[in-house]
């Protein structure tokens, strides 16, 4: 049986979305304009073999898969904003959706800002 061989990691992000599909990429993209605009101080790193946004800490991802794209906001805000996601195909810390229905900007914007408040009160709280 042939062994089968993953590709190499994404160097950054333009790597890893040159590396999607052309229809995960648009959505991936329009996604990555709406996290940076939330988020402008917060770092994109490739981290778990995906595009992640660091600020103070993890803050937030995403990913393509086969059959769908993924947002990862951490369970923490999830949960706190569970009423909202709840037409939504979710786990643990994750929002799964389709490449053809990217998630609403203005609910992206809410989690993304949500993360940068836990991750500042963390900060607060260590230096105390």
């Known amino acids: 049986m042939k062994k089968q061989t993953k590709a190499p990691p994404a160097k950054d992000v333009d790597d890893y ?8 990429r648009v959505t991936l993209e329009k ?3 709406i996290i ?9 790193i490739i981290s778990w073999r995906m595009p992640m946004y660091y600020y103070h800490g993890m803050l937030v991802g995403f990913a393509a898969f086969k059959d769908h794209l993924s947002f ?18 979710t786990a643990k810390g994750t929002i799964h959706f389709p490449m053809n229905k990217p ?3 203005a609910l992206v914007k809410k989690l993304v800002k949500a993360r940068i408040k836990e991750n500042e009160a963390r900060v607060r709280a260590r230096t105390k």
Do not use: C
């Not at 940076?36 to 994109?44: C, F, L, R, S, T």
């Not at 990862?72 to 195909?89: Q, R, T």
């Open 72 to 89: 990862f906001p951490g369970s923490s805000v999830m949960k706190k904003h569970e009423g909202e996601l709840k037409n939504y195909d």
């Open 17 to 24: 979305l040159a590396s999607v599909s052309e229809q995960a």
């Open 36 to 44: 940076i605009a939330a988020a402008p101080e917060a770092k994109e």
């Open 31 to 33: 996604l990555r304009r």
């Open 103 to 105: 998630l609403p900007a």
